[in-house]
C-alpha cells in the first residue's frame, strides 16, 4: 500500500512539473510574440521623388538605391538623434532660411548645415567650428575673423554669408548642386579631380571618398526625415520644439574690458550672453581698430 502511494505521488510532481514548465514556455512565447507587435523595425520604401536642391536621385541605379538606403535607415532608426535634429531645426531653420535665400542658395543647404554640425557649437576633431563647420584657414580666406578673442564661425550670420560664397562657386566652377555640396566635404580640388580622371560629371557617377561618398545622400535622407517626421515615427508635439529667445542688437565698436560687467548692465547673466554671442572666445572683446560688433543681447 505504502509503495502504491509512493508510485502515485512521484506520478502527480512529474506530472504538475511538466504543467509547470508548459505555462512558462507559454509565458514566454506570448512575451515575444507581444514585443513583435508592438516593436517592428520595418524596411523603408524609398520615394521616387527624392531630390537635392531639385536635383533627381536616380535611385535606378541599384548602388544609388543601396546607399541611399542606408542613410535613410540610419536617419531614421537613430530615434534619440532624430528627435534632437527636429528639436533644434525649430529653433535654428527660422534663421537659415531667409539668409540661405537672402545669398542665393537653394533652400536644402539648411540639411548640410544639419549634417555637418547637428547645430551643436562645439569644434571637430579636425578643428572645423560652428554650425557650417568651416576650418579655421577657408574662413579666414572668405573674411572671417578668426583668433582666440574673436571667432566668427560661430557667428550664424556671418558664417551662413560665407558658406553660401563657397558653395556658389563650387556650383559654378562643378556644375550642379550635388557636386558643390560634395565639394563642401573634399574640397573643390579633390571632386574636380576625380570628375576629371575618371572622365564623368555627375555625383552618382563619380568614385569618392567613402565619407563624400555618404555625405550627400546623408543630407537627402535628413531632408526626408525630417521634412515628414510622422511618416517616419517621430511623433512631438509644437510645444516639444527648442525655440530661439528673441534679442535685441547692441552695436559695439570699442574694447570690452569685463563681458560680465557689460552684461549686468543689460540685466543678464554673462552666460547668457555667450550663449547668444558665441564668437566672443574670451571675457573681454579686444578691438583696437574700432571695427563695429553686433552683440545679441536676449529680452527677457
Known amino acids: 500500500m505504502d509503495k502504491s502511494i509512493r508510485i502515485l505521488s512521484f506520478i502527480v510532481i512529474i506530472f504538475s512539473t511538466l504543467l509547470f514548465v508548459n505555462a512558462i514556455q507559454k509565458s ?44 535613410l535607415l540610419v536617419n531614421t532608426y537613430w530615434q534619440s538623434n532624430g528627435l534632437l535634429l527636429l528639436k533644434r531645426a525649430n529653433k535654428y531653420f527660422p534663421i537659415l532660411e531667409p539668409l540661405l535665400k537672402k545669398y542665393g542658395l537653394p533652400d536644402d543647404f539648411k540639411f548640410l548645415a544639419v549634417a555637418e554640425s547637428a547645430f551643436i557649437d562645439e569644434t571637430s576633431s579636425a578643428g572645423a567650428a560652428g554650425i557650417w563647420h568651416f576650418m579655421k584657414e577657408t574662413g579666414i580666406e572668405y573674411g572671417l575673423e578668426i583668433n582666440s578673442n574673436v571667432d566668427e564661425r560661430y557667428n550664424i550670420e556671418k558664417s551662413t554669408e560665407v558658406a553660401a560664397k563657397y558653395l556658389k562657386k563650387s556650383k559654378e566652377k562643378l556644375g ?51 521634412t515628414n517626421p510622422e511618416q517616419y515615427g517621430f511623433v512631438f508635439e509644437k510645444e516639444d520644439l527648442y525655440v530661439l529667445p528673441k534679442t535685441t542688437i547692441v552695436k559695439v565698436d570699442t574694447t570690452i574690458t569685463d563681458i560680465e560687467t557689460f552684461a549686468r548692465k543689460f540685466g543678464i547673466t554673462y552666460k547668457e550672453l555667450k ?12 578691438n583696437k581698430t574700432g571695427k563695429v560688433y553686433e552683440i545679441k543681447i536676449p529680452l527677457k
Open 275 to 286: 550663449i547668444h554671442n558665441a564668437w566672443l572666445r574670451e571675457t573681454k572683446l579686444i
Open 176 to 226: 550642379s548642386w550635388t557636386l558643390a555640396a560634395a565639394a563642401y566635404n573634399a574640397g573643390n580640388f579633390g571632386v574636380s579631380s576625380r570628375l576629371k580622371y575618371q572622365k564623368v560629371s555627375n555625383y552618382y557617377d563619380v568614385l569618392l571618398p567613402n565619407e563624400t561618398e555618404r555625405y550627400v545622400l546623408r543630407i537627402i535622407a535628413l531632408k526626408e526625415v525630417m
Open 28 to 71: 514566454d512565447s506570448n512575451l515575444k510574440t507581444v514585443t513583435h507587435e508592438n516593436y517592428k523595425i520595418q524596411s523603408l520604401k524609398l520615394s521616387e521623388n527624392l531630390n537635392f536642391a531639385g536635383e533627381r536621385v536616380p535611385l535606378e541605379n541599384q548602388n544609388v538605391r543601396e546607399r541611399m538606403d542606408r542613410e
